[in-house]
DNA sequence: AATGAATGAGGCTTCATTCAT
DNA sequence: TATGAATGAAGCCTCATTCAT
């Protein structure tokens, strides 16, 4: 299991680094220290190592959003929780942000089986209409407001990463940013 | 200039179709009707093709959000000009757009002369600052605010491509997709 | 030894299907229900497990053949056992038989030793001997007879499967050709 | 043109000395004196190379015997034209028939079209049946008659190439085999 | 004897690019 | 300008075999 991980995380970096046809198994394997048909020992197709990374890495994230946000017992601080707690997830672990955001603006997102799409936006759905019931929000398709939450997300993130803010003002912006979406759907 | 042309019609479709590592340039060739060393006649490698489709792409779409910008007299109007027939640009060339946005968040836009891309937000960023200026809208950086934006137009544009809206309701959601940017940058 | 039979097995259904180059090892280990390694525990070598299901393939038809030839007393009918109960062999073992044939027209052959082959022709050769000093069969060179007689064999199963003959025309037709062949070499 | 023609040819002999999967394309191409990538200019696929080298030889040998038969009057002279011509042509192109021999007993036969069969075997099928009509053999299956000869002329090939018989005994061999066969079908 | 992860050489094929015509 | 045959590096993947457990 050991040698697997190592695949993952150098292709991983590699990945994100040279893009998917940018970069060759055979790369990967030497960077993962592993002969180059061990990775076709843990994967079939090199296809199937780039879902099985997004799938790793997709949980991960929503685990800890996830943990994050029932802390919370409000409507409006489990929504901040879950808008905030991404992108501090996202920025210490840019390389796996960057990894899912290259995905889903990929053709391999029509790989990803349905159902686990489904699964992924379950929780975030649900938190969207709780609060939408409650009437802290407008009245949207809910599939519309979390459209929007996501890629204000990522829009605050590229900013962030490609001014390189100190970790002062980028907590201050996380916060503005989030009142600025609030403020946009109440 | 006709076979030129035919080599970018059919780069364009094949790229947004499979990718740029994804479609051989025999095939672009082929599929233009034109035989494989032609290419390399009008584009020095793959590569130029690509960023010289890009540079077109991005232009026409200037021109035509500036035109409809500047036949507004008020800046809100301007802005939201911008803004709308930034979307209905898109959503009348889902290729441009979805290239556009493919090479955005590739490694090709770092061989994009960052001049060129600094002119191309120039218009825009000026329009920001005179809205900045004229109090219609928050002060924040310039870039941030033309993040959101951008970001906002994308998550719409895609939105509406996901649930194939149909004309009215399309308009209708574009305009209160403006209103909800408006509100949150107020 | 139940192991080292599934193994077997599995290689003979699966030589025949896809070749030789056309099965891998961990193919026929998988088919067998066996690890991938265990192969390698039987037969040191691809190549060996090949030649060994040979061998044991092609005893079992001679034991077979010299068995019925036994019970006969006069001459053509020992040869005409010997044909017959080939064909009948072949019919009922056609994984078997099939993959004889791919052996001996394969660069294999050559990995088997010449005096097993001497072994294996022997009876055979000493049958047509004592048919040709008895004034049965024309003389001839004895190898000549005995490649006409095999070759013959093999035209014939090969006819019955491709013509999905039913049991009694094809016993029929089985008695027809060895008349065929007698009178050819009388 | 040119190097196609070098490609069949060494594709040819490989084939023969090493079998299909046993000679690599690289090694293929090596031996024209071509690059490896021009092998798949002219040939979509391996298979391909080989299926298109099968259906070159084959029409060389029909177009070879036919001509010889079609010069002979009677009907057992056509027969045995065809017979006696195959056979040399056989010795004279040792590689080719050795190849046409390896694609029918491989599972490359199932990718050669059952029309292109038909059309092969026409000829000769209808010399068959005008013998049988005309009274000169007996009256089996044509089929069944073509195959009996077809393999008899393979049976007698090998012996002669393993023996290696020298001109006078070999054309004496001939003669008589064919003897024998038109002895077993009267 | 049995397992199955690991190996790495080697196979088939693709593809951007060149060049003689 | 246009053509398309030719190139050869590089990519993905397969597979016989080994070895620690």
């Known amino acids: 299991m050991d040698k697997r991980k190592d695949i993952l995380q150098a292709a991983l970096r590699l990945f994100v680094e040279q893009g998917f046809h ?3 198994t055979s790369k990967i ?32 994230l929503l685990n800890f959003t996830e943990e994050q946000a029932q802390k919370q017992k409000n409507t409006k601080e489990k929504v901040k929780a879950h808008y905030i707690y991404t992108l501090y997830w996202a920025l210490d672990h840019p390389l796996e942000f ?7 603006l990929s053709p391999f997102v029509n790989q990803i089986p349905l159902e686990e799409i489904q699964e ?11 609060a939408m019931e409650g009437g802290y929000i407008q009245k949207l398709p809910t599939d519309f407001i979390h459209n929007l939450i996501g890629i204000h997300i990522f829009g605050v993130y590229q900013y962030i990463l490609k ?13 503005q940013s989030f009142e600025l979406l609030w403020k946009m759907l109440t």
């Open 22 to 24: 940018g970069t060759a």
């Open 29 to 60: 394997a030497q960077e993962a220290g592993v002969a180059n048909g061990t990775l076709f020992h843990h994967f079939k197709t090199k296809d199937e190592l780039i879902i099985r990374l997004y799938l790793d890495i997709k949980k991960q």
């Open 98 to 104: 960057h990894f899912m955001q290259q995905i889903s």
């Open 120 to 130: 992924q936006k379950k929780a975030a759905i649900e938190l969207i209409q709780e």
């Open 163 to 175: 001014k390189e803010l100190e970790e002062t003002p980028k907590k201050e912006l996380i916060e």
